[in-house]
């Protein structure tokens, strides 16, 4: 299961559904991407001052390598540290992005892949949402006049904590 943060852009004078559609959902862990090509990862997000310091750190790692401060094979050790720590703090940089520019932090979905995330996470704010504004995206659905609703399969059972294995779930409504 993956973590991911959500965030909200402020809100336009457009509809409900194109502000929906302009959240971010930012992965939490190790970011591959940002570990192997960094400054090309920055570029895509729009990272610039993240981009102008690794500039800043490479040009003082060569630098010191040049003057001879530091070994030559120290070189490779150090831009590879460097290429760890951006890999890590490659959600970090871009939260903090989003925040510096007043997005709001809209929550934690756990979820196995993104569109997993994006399904839970607007599942709950669609629910969360005043009637009036979720109006326009819900579609009516008319069932016809003829046709009776469908009766429940089966009555609700009682509560029996003998008839649990450890680690299900308790039915709605069941108490500890």
Do not use: C, N
């Not at 040009?59 to 003057?67: D, E, H, I, S, T």
């Not at 006049?145 to 649990?164: E, L, Q």
């Amino acid at each position: 299961m993956r973590v991911y943060a959500v965030f909200e852009p402020r809100m336009r004078d457009d509809d409900l559904m194109t502000h929906a559609e302009r959240f971010r959902f930012v992965r939490d862990g190790f970011s591959f991407p940002a570990f192997i090509f960094g400054p090309l990862w920055m570029l895509r997000h729009r990272l610039w001052l993240a981009l102008l310091v690794y500039i800043v750190i490479v040009a003082a790692l060569g630098a010191a390598v040049y003057y001879r401060v530091m070994p030559l094979g120290a070189e490779a050790g150090v831009s590879f540290l460097l290429a760890i720590i951006i890999g890590l703090e490659a959600a970090t940089l871009r939260r903090r992005k989003l925040l510096w520019w007043r997005w709001r932090d809209a929550g934690v979905v756990i979820a196995d892949d993104l569109v997993g995330a994006e399904q839970r996470f607007f599942d709950r704010w669609v629910a969360r949402a005043p009637r009036e504004m979720i109006t326009d995206i819900t579609p009516t659905v008319v069932a016809p006049a003829d046709v009776a609703p469908p009766a429940p399969d089966s009555p609700p059972r009682p509560y029996d904590p003998d008839s649990y294995v450890v680690g299900q779930f308790l039915p709605p409504g069941g108490t500890r």
